[in-house]
Nanobody, 120 residues
Framework: QVQLVESGGGLVQPGGSLRLSCAAS????????MGWYRQAPGRQRELVAV???????NYADSVKGRFTISRDNAKNTVYLTMNSLKPEDTAVYHC??????????????WGQGTQVTVSS
């Protein structure tokens, strides 16, 4: 299995910045991608950003130009740097890791989540 532990959430004022971290452990050698999803109360979970094993990135339109996803392979950690935060960014942010396998569909692993609150 793959274990994911998030950190870095908290309370920040609009226009501020936060950096989320996700440390992966376990059977991580076959990970194809890692990313961040978020879910606010009463809303569906949405993809925020993803980074592949080839270092390709993809972002939700709502965060393009403000958020940056990156990773440190030596530390088995993925980061989400969030700038110019808005109240609508308030949500629980979950780290995701996708593992490919030759005998079936990919498998998704999820962290427990970290709360990000943007409020004055």
């Amino acid at each position: 299995q793959v274990q994911l532990v998030e950190s870095g959430g908290g309370l920040v004022q609009p226009g501020g910045s936060l950096r989320l971290s996700c440390a992966a452990s376990g059977s991580i050698f076959a990970l194809n991608s890692m990313g961040w999803y978020r879910q606010a109360p009463g809303r569906q979970r949405e993809l925020v950003a993803v980074i592949t094993s080839g270092d390709n990135t993809n972002y939700a339109d709502s965060v393009k130009g403000r958020f940056t996803i990156s990773r440190d392979n030596a530390k088995n950690t993925v980061y989400l740097t969030m700038n110019s935060l808005k109240p609508e960014d308030t949500a629980v942010y979950h780290c995701n890791a996708r593992t490919g396998r030759s005998w079936g569909p990919p498998v998704d692993y999820w962290g427990q989540g970290t709360q990000v609150t943007v409020s004055s």
